[in-house]
């Protein structure tokens, strides 16, 4: 079972389907080493406050595209949240997620920074 979206709708989808990446306004560098130092320090930074998050830890790459962290923040936001290394980019399947959630008009971040990650969560609330 797929998504049903009027011929517009689609139009749309399609028409904005390869650009680039949203920038979110947060300028900052990103952290040199392994992504999943990052992913640590992000998981960490939600426990530590409080905010239910979930990541797929089964070895194989999140299905469709799915990003690394859904992250639960108070007033009923939920955001979704893509980690990338240094020079990590967005796999084709991971864009194709991003850009229908953003049509959906969910929030989608790439985050290579936990600077970034911090600033992003503390916007939110």
Not at 25 to 37: A, F, H, L, V
Request: aromatic share 12%; proline share 4%.
């Amino acid at each position: 079972m797929g998504i049903r979206w009027t011929q517009e709708k689609l139009a749309e989808y399609l028409n904005n389907f390869g650009k680039p990446d949203i920038d979110y306004g947060i300028n900052d560098t990103p952290d040199k080493g392994r992504e999943s130092k990052l992913q640590k320090r992000c998981e960490d930074f939600c426990r530590r406050n409080g905010y239910p998050y979930f990541h797929d830890r089964s070895r194989k790459k999140n299905k469709a595209g799915w990003p690394d962290l859904t992250i639960c923040l108070p007033k009923g936001r939920t955001i979704f949240v893509e980690l990338k290394s240094e020079k990590g980019e967005l796999r084709k399947e991971q864009k194709k997620t991003q850009q229908m959630m953003i049509f959906l008009g969910h929030e989608f971040y790439k985050v290579q920074s936990y600077k970034k990650f911090v600033e992003i969560i503390r916007s939110k609330i």
